[in-house]
């Protein structure tokens, strides 16, 4: 049973499309997160949300909206999609802000 | 804010041979330490973490890295690699009673035969 499972696993799109990356966990944590991965492998923190709080926004276009209906899921829609924007994206969950546990990743692509 | 620094970004590596894989931090506070490894498109998975207490500390598949406080450092080990080992590593760290974990840029290690 996946603990902390991302759909889909891949996404092809367009440039100026909107797109949405679901995530969901299964270990009552009560902080979710979104990373980004990009090219060169790099880890960057998009969002996290507490309890269904945003507690970390850091400097990202507005056009990526995180949206949390609940503890145990946190998705993420991307409007205006932008051939920048193709990365492979991770959900994560940890409790209290410890260890986290990540999703096997959203590949992005956009054409 | 903290930072982490991965000191080599590409690790080759016979299997069999020891490796190491340096890690620096900075902070001004009290922090918490974490290796991930990365296999070929998979998710990160935690490989070990130093929270408090013993410097020492051992993970899965035979890793261990020691917390050095004078040395702002968290160096990775393993004694003896095997060819499954390849991935790459991420170092990374977050202060006490802060949500947030910064990433090192990985090391990718490569383990041949």
């Known amino acids: 049973d996946t603990a902390v499972s991302q759909t889909p696993k891949y996404l092809v799109t367009q440039m100026g499309n909107d797109k949405s990356i679901k995530c969901e966990q299964n270990?009552?944590?009560?902080?979710m997160y979104w990373y980004k991965q990009d090219s060169k492998k790099f880890l960057k923190i998009m969002f996290s949300?507490?309890?269904?709080?945003?507690?970390i926004n850091e400097t990202v276009p507005n056009r990526f909206s995180p949206k949390s209906p609940d503890k145990a899921h946190l998705n993420l829609h991307i409007n205006s999609l932008e051939l920048g924007d193709s990365a492979v994206y991770f959900c994560?969950?940890?409790?209290?802000?410890?260890?986290?546990?990540f999703g096997s990743g959203t590949q992005l692509s956009v054409l | 804010a903290q930072s982490v620094t991965q000191l080599d970004s590409q690790v080759p590596v016979f299997e069999e041979a020891p490796v190491e894989l340096r890690c620096n931090y900075s902070?001004?506070?009290?922090?918490?330490l974490f290796w991930y490894v990365q296999y070929p498109n998979q998710g990160l998975q935690l490989l070990l973490k130093?929270?408090?207490?013993?410097?020492l500390v051992k993970g899965i598949n035979g890793f261990e890295a020691e917390f050095n406080k004078s040395q702002t450092s968290f160096h990775l080990r393993k004694p003896s690699v095997h060819i499954s080992d390849t991935a790459e590593y991420f170092c990374?760290?977050?202060?006490?009673?802060?949500?947030?974990?910064?990433f090192g840029a990985g090391t990718t290690v490569t383990v041949r035969a």
């Open positions: 990374a760290v977050s202060e006490s009673n802060d949500y947030k974990l910064s």
């Open positions: 270990l009552g944590h009560d902080t």
């Open positions: 130093y929270l408090s207490g013993s410097t």
């Open positions: 949300y507490n309890n269904k709080e945003l507690i």
């Open positions: 902070s001004s506070v009290s922090v918490y």
């Open positions: 994560a969950s940890s409790q209290e802000g410890t260890v986290l546990f």
